[in-house]
C-alpha cells in the first residue's frame, strides 16, 4: 500500500455543508392539490431508473479499459453520485432551475438547500409556464440524475491517465459553470434556448453534446497516453462487463427519455418506444457498417452502436414518430462510427470515443429533431421540422448547436485549465504505467 500526503480540505468542506444543512429552514405547507399518484409512482421509477444508468456506464467504460485501469474508471462514474448529489441539493438545481437571471442563470439562492424545494407550487417558471403533475421536489431529484451521469460521461475520454482528485474538482467546476447553465438555457421557461423556440426532450444539447465537447476538450488538453504514443494499447479488460453495462443503460434509457414526459400519459409511450426502437437499429447499423469494412460482427461494436442510438434519439424522443426513430438510429450510428474509425487513425487520444459517440451522436439528434419533429406527436413543437417543409425550427436547432458547442468546449477547456493550476491533471509517467487502479486507489482487480 502506498500512502500519500494527508488533506483535510475536502472534508472540513463536506463538514461544513453537513453543519450547514441543520440551519435550514422546515417546509411549510407541501402542495398536494393537482399531484396524480399515476405520474408521481412513473416518476419515482423513472428517477431511480436514470440513475441506475450511472452504475451502467461504470461498467461499460470499466469493460472497455484495460485491466490496470478498471476500477479507477468505474470509480470516476461512482463518486459522481456522491459529489453531484451533494451540489444539486446545496446550488446546483438553484443554478438549473431557480428564478432566472437573465436567461442565463438561476439564482443560487432560490432552492439553497433544497430550501422551497418541498413547498413550491407545482409550476415552474416567471409565467408558470410549465405546471406539474408530481411534487416539485420530485422533479428536482428526476433532474438531479441528470446532472449526475453527465460528468462520468466525460471520464471515458480521460481514462487512464487523469489524477482522480482532479478530476473530481473539474467534475465540480462542469456541473457549476457548463452544465447547470446548458440546463437553464434548455429547461427552464425563462431560458434563452427554451424561449428561442429550441427542442430538446430529454438532454441531447444539456447532457450529450456538453459532455461530448467537454469530453474532446479533455483529450486535447491531456494529450495522448504513453500507450497510445507507442501504439502498445492493451485489449479491453472484460467485454462481458460492456455487455452488462450497455444493458443497464439500455434499461435505464427507459427512465431518461420516457420520465422526461413527466407523466405517465402517451408522450411517455411514444418517448419509450422511440427510445428503444433507435438503439436496436443503431446497434445493428453499426456492426453492419463494420461488416462493410470486412470487419467481423463484435459485440462491442453492437453495443457501442446502441448507445450511439440512445444518444441521438435523446433530444428528439417525445418529438418524432417510431419510423422516423429507426432512421434516427441508422444514421446517427453510421455518423458516429465513421468519426470513430477518423479518431482512431488520428493523434486525438480519446480514450473511449466519448466524442465521436456522445458529443457527434448528440448534434446528430439535435439536427433530426430540427428535420423531423411534428406537431402531430407533441402539441409542444411550435413549428414543424424541415422534412414537413417549415425551416424555422431547423434553423433554430443550428443557431443552437453551435453556440452549445462553443460554449460547452471553450467553458470546458478554460476549467481544464484552472483545475490543472490547483491538481496537476495528469498523473506522472510512472502511475500511467503501473495502472490507475494501484497508483490512485491501491486496489486492483487482479489481486
Known sequence: MTTQKPTWIPLLVLLAVAVLALFTDLPGSIPTEGIDTGDTAWLIVASGLVLLMTPGLAY????????????????QSFIAMGVISVIWVVFGFSLAFGNSIGGWIGDPTTFFMFNNVFDHKLSLGSADQIKFTIPFALFAFFQ?????????????????????????LFMVLFCIFVYSPLAHWT??????LFNLGVLDFAGGTVV????????????????RRKSHIESNILPPA???????????????????????????????????ATTHIAAASAGLSWILFDVTRGKKVSALGFCIGAVVGLVAITPAAGFVTLPVAI????????????????????NLDDTLD??????VGGMVGMLMTGIFATSAVNSAVAGNGLFYGE?????????ALAIVSAFAFGVSYILLIVTDKIIPLRVNEEEERLGLDISQHDESITE
Do not use: Q
Open 60 to 75: 461499460f467504460y470499466g469493460g472497455m479499459v484495460n485491466h490496470k485501469n478498471v476500477i479507477s474508471t468505474m470509480l
Open 144 to 168: 438531479m440524475k441528470f446532472a449526475v451521469i453527465t460528468p462520468a460521461l466525460i471520464s471515458g475520454a480521460l481514462a487512464e491517465r487523469i489524477n482522480f482528485k482532479a478530476y473530481v
Open 187 to 192: 429547461w427552464h421557461p425563462d431560458g434563452f
Open 208 to 223: 450529450h453534446m456538453s459532455a461530448g465537447w467537454a469530453a474532446l476538450a479533455g483529450a486535447l488538453y491531456l494529450r
Open 238 to 272: 472484460n467485454i462481458p462487463y460492456v455487455l452488462l453495462g450497455t444493458a443497464l443503460l439500455w434499461f435505464g434509457w427507459f427512465g431518461f427519455n420516457a420520465g422526461s414526459a413527466l407523466g405517465a400519459n402517451s408522450l411517455s409511450v411514444t418517448a419509450f
Open 327 to 346: 432512421f434516427i438510429g441508422v444514421i446517427a450510428a453510421m455518423v458516429s462510427n465513421i468519426i470513430a474509425h477518423w479518431r482512431a487513425s488520428s
Open 354 to 359: 466519448v466524442f465521436p459517440c456522445h458529443g
Open 391 to 399: 425551416t424555422d425550427l431547423f434553423v433554430k436547432h443550428i443557431l
